[in-house]
Structure formats: C-alpha cells, structure tokens
C-alpha cells in the first residue's frame, strides 16, 4: 500500500536561516505531492504542490524538490520566520481503496519551531 | 475564494450519543468531500471519501455504520458519529474538492470532539 512518511519529527531553527523538511513516499504511482502547514487546533494549510512530471516547484519563499529515482521530496523554506512555526506534512495522491477517488495519504508531520 | 467551513468548532458529548459534524463549501461547488481523523500529535488519516449523491466510501477499518456520511448536496456534507465512546474523541477535518480540473482539497477548520 501506499505510504508516506518524514526523516525528521522535529526541526528547530533560527529566524532567518532556511529550513529544509524531508518526505519519502513508497507509491510511485503517486503523480501530485503537496505541502501542508497546520496550526494548532486549526485545518491543514496548503503551502506549495508538484506534479510527477516536474522535479521542482518555486513559491513565495518556498521551493518543493522531487526526486522520483528515490521517492523522495523535501520542502525547503527560505529565510525562516516565526510565524512559519507549525507542524509540516506532506502528502501524496494515489486511488482509495475502493479504486474510484483519488485520495490523499499524509506522512506523519514534523514540529517545526522557528526561535527568534 | 475556496473557502471550507465546519460546524460546530468543538463539541462536546455524552458517551452513547450521537453528534453531527457538518461541512460546507461556501464558495464552490464540491463534487468529492473527503473526511480525515486526527488524534493529537499524529497525522491526518482519511476516514472515507463521498460523492455529491452516491454513497460514502470507506478506509479499510472505519466503520461505515458508526461514521454516517450523507453527501446530499454539492455544498454540503455531514459526519455523525453515532453512539459515540471516548475513544472517538479526536479533530475531524473534512475538505472538499471542486467540480473542476483541479486536484486541489480545501481544507475545513476542523471539529474537535469530546466525548466524556
């Protein structure tokens, strides 16, 4: 089955350094892996998406690397801020069980704290 | 735009009661709503899936007749989790997809439920 999960649990940086979060995933007939960022108590925050046909992906601070030789994206944040504290998951796309939906699979998220 | 909300926020229940959790799309029509668990520190996992007008699809281990899904419009879906026990307290998070060609989910704010 399809799995995806994260190297690191937990990451602590300083404000203004970059930050680097990495996920591995076993499906590689997954073709759309996205970024999410959630806050305590709150619903999961898109960040950043890439498709299998791309092995990288720029947004506003932010830039998701693919590699699918290895099964391997990581998420890499530019000039860190406090406010980026969260906890960081990635996902991947793959058919539900049923084999009619197209259905996320979550890794297991890693606690990133940012210290001023 | 793609906004998704639930209601209610937080509930609290009775062990042995049922509790209705319910999620709107307010600015898009959502043909799929997909509806995840999370207990605390862990990641999100998908519970089941559902199509404006078709019954639910299930994950392997939820069950179907405890978690009721109805899908009845393209704004709207519900979870009620039926006689609910205090290992079912957790944060429900359901999201929504649109009619279009995009993969995106709309995340919702999530449902934090007690049941004592």
């Known amino acids: 089955g399809e799995s995806v999960g994260l190297h690191l649990p937990t990451l602590s940086v300083q404000e203004g350094d970059n930050s680097i979060i990495n996920c591995a995933y076993s499906?590689?007939?997954?073709?759309?892996f996205i970024w999410y960022k959630q806050e305590s108590g709150k619903g999961p925050q898109f960040i950043i998406d890439?498709?299998?046909?791309?092995d990288k992906r720029q947004g506003q601070r932010v830039t998701v690397l693919l590699n699918k030789t290895v099964k391997h994206l990581s998420l890499q944040i530019a000039a860190t801020q406090p406010g980026d504290s969260a906890v960081y998951f990635c996902a991947g796309e793959g058919l539900n069980s049923g084999g009619s939906n197209y259905k996320l699979t979550f890794g297991k998220g890693t606690l990133l704290t940012v210290n001023p | 735009g793609a906004v998704v909300s639930q209601h209610p926020s937080w509930v609290i229940c009775k062990s042995g009661t049922s509790v209705k959790i319910e999620c709107r799309s307010l600015?898009?029509?959502?043909?799929?709503m997909f509806w995840y668990r999370q207990f605390p520190k862990q990641s999100l996992m998908l519970m089941a899936t559902?199509?404006?007008?078709?019954?639910?699809?299930?994950e392997q281990g939820v069950e179907k007749d405890k978690f009721l899904i109805n899908h009845a419009s393209l704004t709207l879906s519900t979870l009620t989790v039926t006689s609910a026990h205090p290992e079912d307290s957790s944060f429900y998070i359901c999201s929504a997809r649109g009619t279009g060609a995009s993969y995106e989910q709309y995340f919702g704010p999530g449902t934090r439920l007690t049941v004592t």
């Open positions: 600015d898009f029509q959502a043909t799929t």
């Open positions: 890439i498709r299998s046909n791309m």
């Open positions: 559902s199509n404006e007008g078709s019954k639910a699809t299930y």
């Open positions: 499906n590689s007939a997954s073709d759309y």
